[in-house]
């Protein structure tokens, strides 16, 4: 069955999205852990919390992923930056055991001149001073588009930093695999997807991939870019989209649209078009 959702607002507490994600006929869903530019993370309500888990257990929702706040950079060459993306995982892990066996993403980081190497050393650093074997969540390395000095354009430095992870923590880190991101990247899934898919599995190991976003993408390939556009109104387009979800070594895989709304209905008309299209 296609794990479908979108990413919905956390303010009013766990079980509220929940109820939201079902209104739009979705099995799995994205929130930020706490303010996407920011520090700030409400207090968690344990009941609230296992309001929810019963409610995804009831409906037989996907894995529901987290994201960490756009600012969190552990590899920038200022340690202020560096301390707030230590102090934000470590925090938002200990509040992601409230809702187990779960997903936590973030955006590797940007280097910012350091070199990708030392980039990727300061990533792999972070993950094995915080993560811990018994914990209960997965955290999840984003594709990007490699804009600038981003980390994790080429699926080579996301291998790379596994590589470095202490053993007990390999299964404790995957991959989300931003279609936006890994176009504009200069990754041709809409032509090569299978060759895409290959080239991932080669370096990273497709039992390592947990989770997609889905976005379209306002410039075409390798642009470098990063711009989500709604699905068929960007350079990947719904034909390719659908070919993305419903791809044999992709079933499973909670799939969270990501791209421009202006409200709930737009993401619920989203997920019913590609529903359609999927089962065709």
């Known amino acids: 069955m296609l794990k479908i959702g979108c990413h919905l607002s956390s303010s009013k507490g766990f079980e509220h999205m929940g109820r939201e994600a079902l209104k739009i006929n979705a099995n799995t ?3 930020f852990t706490r303010n996407p530019r920011g520090g700030s993370a409400k207090s968690i309500d344990p009941d609230d919390a296992a309001r929810l888990m019963e409610l995804t257990r009831q409906h037989g929702f996907g894995p529901l992923v987290a994201h960490a706040p756009y600012t969190l950079n552990p590899c920038s060459k200022d340690q202020k930056t560096r301390d707030f993306a230590y102090m934000a995982m470590a925090d938002d892990l200990a509040r992601m055991e409230y809702i187990p066996g779960n997903y936590y993403n973030f955006h590797p980081g940007s280097h910012v001149g350091q070199g ?24 999840l390395l984003e594709t990007m588009a490699g804009k600038g000095s981003e980390i994790g354009g080429k699926f080579e430095e996301l291998a790379a930093i596994r590589a470095l992870l202490r053993p007990e923590l390999q299964e404790k880190v995957g991959v989300c695999l931003d279609t936006c991101h890994v176009h504009d990247g200069g990754y041709d899934i809409v032509h090569d997807l299978d060759g895409v898919l290959d080239e991932f599995d ?21 642009a470098h870019k990063d711009r989500h556009a709604k699905i068929g109104e960007g350079h990947i387009g719904t034909e390719a989209m659908v070919r993305i979800i419903g791809h044999p070594k992709l079933q499973g895989l909670p799939c969270i649209l990501e791209t421009p709304q202006e409200d709930l209905d737009g993401y619920g008309k989203e997920i019913e078009m590609l529903k359609k299209e999927y089962k065709k």
């Open 116 to 139: 990708t190497e030392k980039g990727i050393e300061l990533i792999a650093q972070m993950l094995n001073d915080i993560l811990k074997p018994e914990m209960q969540t997965t955290v």
């Open 29 to 31: 869903f994205q929130f």
């Open 202 to 222: 080669r370096f990273v190991g497709l039992g390592h991939l947990k989770a997609l976003h889905i976005n379209d993408s306002m410039n075409p390939m390798a």
